[in-house]
């Protein structure tokens, strides 16, 4: 197949890119040049918010169109201008409507779209996939939507899937500060599963929507297999979640955060999903030990300062707080 792929130079898309170049299909990347695309895959350097920015693609017909945009322009452009036998279009679970159940499926009501072209902050970030979800559907072709939940494993730059076996492994005393919240519903995709499924559908072009994660396992779980994966023996410090709200410690993701969780009862099923259809076409995800330990090792490699998690001196700062130490 001559696959195009929209992105393919950073996280899912390079992992997309990769997965399908090994099954023998000709890839061509499209991005802004910022990364290198794979070795061996070739790279057109475009700016996709330009009106003309898929000018040099837009002139073939592709077997696959692929694409990961969060800008609804930019799919609305990409739909107007490329000619393709079917299109994959990496949506999110953040389009769903309610999450204070768990295992929604596909027929669960969705948010309003976005209005306009362009998505200024991430508090839009539902609409504006709902509103790039529309504009696949009127593209006249066969097309795969992709639903996906949390993305982990090796290369995730947002710490979420890395924080915690991090953490176990690099504590910075006896203990690990976790929230006292182990029933909280969980789930991630790997990342290199996602990627391969998503190849797959565009060889066989599936047509529907189709959510796409983990299991649902418990936080509690996360932070055994974490514990597990570091190899670590240090305990977990369970710490309510009022406790840690007056320290200021957040939820999910972010800068001072303790990830993968969230205390709002209305936002419990958040990460979770029912992927029936999509394991029925062919989606298989691995244990979650051997995404935990491959984004420890990715954590390990890069160093630096994360965008997730608490960092060494407010671990410690918490700590001494409920300590009784400052």
């Known amino acids: 197949m001559e696959i195009l792929l929209l992105g393919g130079t950073a996280f899912l898309g390079r992992h997309i890119a990769v997965a399908a170049a090994a099954r023998g299909h000709e890839v061509t990347c499209v991005a802004r040049g910022s990364n290198p695309a794979p070795d061996g895959i070739e790279l057109v350097v475009a700016d996709r918010d330009e009106d003309q920015g898929l000018a040099p693609v837009g002139g073939h017909h592709w077997d696959a169109v692929i694409d990961v945009s969060r800008q609804p322009g930019q799919v609305r452009r990409a739909v107007r201008d490329l000619h393709c036998s079917h299109w994959v279009f990496v949506s999110s679970g953040n389009v769903y409507a309610d999450f204070s159940a768990l295992e929604q499926d596909e027929r669960s009501a969705v948010r309003a779209p976005l209005e306009g072209d362009v998505m200024e902050d ?16 009127s593209a006249g072709s066969s097309s795969t939507i992709v639903r996906s939940g949390l993305i982990g494993g090796p290369d995730d730059d947002s710490g979420r899937s890395g924080y915690w076996p991090w953490r176990f492994a690099h504590s910075t005393g006896d203990d690990v500060i976790v929230p006292d919240d182990p029933g909280f519903p969980c789930a991630m995709i790997d990342v290199r599963d996602l990627a391969a499924w998503i190849v797959s559908a565009a060889e066989q072009r599936l047509d529907g929507v189709f959510n796409a994660t983990g299991p649902t396992i418990s936080l509690g779980e996360v932070l055994a297999v974490s514990a ?73 490699r890069r160093g630096g300062a994360r965008r997730t998690g608490l960092d060494d001196a407010e671990e410690r700062r918490v700590r001494a707080a409920l300590d009784g130490n400052i």
Request: glycine residues 6%; contains cysteine; positive net charge.
């Open 122 to 137: 991430m508090s839009s970030y539902g609409e504006s996939k709902v509103a790039c979800e529309a504009a696949i559907r």
């Open 228 to 300: 597990q994966a570091a190899r670590s023996q240090v305990p977990a410090r369970p710490v309510p979640a009022a406790r840690l709200a007056e320290l200021g410690v957040g939820c999910w993701m972010g800068p001072a955060s303790l990830p993968l969780w969230i205390d709002k009862p209305d936002w419990r099923g958040f990460a979770t999903l029912d992927t029936t259809r999509a394991r029925a076409n062919g989606l298989v995800t691995r244990p979650l030990l051997d995404t935990l330990r491959d984004a420890l090792a990715y954590e390990n």
